[in-house]
Structures are given as C-alpha cells and as structure tokens.
C-alpha cells in the first residue's frame, strides 16, 4: 500500500512537471513568433534608417559654424523624431529660432 501511495506522488509531480514543461514550450514557441516579426520589422526599416544615416552625413558641412553646433544640440538623436520634425517643418533650426 505504501508503494502505491508513492507512486501516486511521483505521478503528481511528474504530471506538474509535464504541465510546465508544456507551458514553457508554448511561451518559448510565442517568443519566436515575436522575435521572428521584431526580426521582419528591422529588415523592412532598414533600409530607412540607411538612408536617413546617409542623407544626415551628406547634408552636414564639413565646417560648422557655432551656430551649426547649437543647431545639433537642440536636434533629436532619435531618427525618426528628426523625419517628423522636418516633415513637419520644425527641424533643429526651427526649433532654435523659436526657442530666441
């Protein structure tokens, strides 16, 4: 009798273990789900994050005035804050100008 009393309690917690083991594969099979699409979203917005690096580097002149250093510390370091903030007509110059 013992012995099936045992038994039982290594079918319980085996059963628990296969519980969570079932758990941590569907959440693992999630993660790469995810993963794969962040991974798709990275490749599609390359491209644009390649060339607003490219298109940043070429508009900049070799020799910057002080007012050009004021202009790059009041400009975003985020890409794509200085895309909208151009498309909308407010890139860092505007925004020094209204700031005086």
């Known amino acids: 009798m013992e ?3 045992h038994q039982d309690v290594y079918r319980v917690a085996y ?4 519980s969570e ?3 941590i594969v569907v959440s693992f099979e999630q993660l790469r789900v995810r993963k794969e699409s962040v991974e798709n979203l ?3 917005l390359q ?10 580097s070429m508009n900049q002149p070799s020799g910057e005035s002080s007012g050009g250093n004021q202009d790059a510390k009041n400009s975003s370091a985020d890409p794509f804050q200085r895309r909208i903030d ?3 007509g407010i890139g860092s110059a505007g925004k020094y100008n209204q700031r005086n």
Do not use: R, Y
């Open 3 to 5: 012995q099936d009393d």
């Open 86 to 88: 151009n498309v909308l």
């Open 42 to 44: 990275v490749a599609v």
């Open 47 to 56: 491209p644009m994050v390649d060339a607003e690096t490219k298109g940043t």
């Open 21 to 23: 083991l079932n758990e």
């Open 15 to 18: 059963d628990s273990a296969q």
